[in-house]
């Protein structure tokens, strides 16, 4: 975290990570130095946030969490009965596929 002080009529830029504070600079006034810490601070949240927005579309670059989050949220707001017809669905189109592999590999070791 970067913040200003005061310290016997000189202003720093000070950066912290909670256990040391290590002054960066002296400035000529404390509006600079508020400046200067705002701006510092400001360009470390942005780059955070970059950050974690690039790592998710590299590591999701289709989008399928987006996806699945609102899937879940529509199941999640279904009546029980509704429910349990979406898994029967579902599973059926899982046995289905599961048999059409089963087939294709037996072909296979024919």
Known sequence: ?????????K?????????MDVPLMELPSKELADEVA?????AWDEGKSWGRNEMRRQLDPEGFA???AQIMQKFKAMNEIDKKNYSDQILKKYRTKQQQIREQVSRWNK
């Open 1 to 9: 975290m970067y913040y200003s002080i005061s310290k016997d009529s």
């Open 66 to 68: 987006k996806e699945a």
């Open 38 to 42: 705002y701006q510092l601070q400001l």
């Open 11 to 19: 202003y720093y830029v000070t950066v912290t990570d909670g256990i």
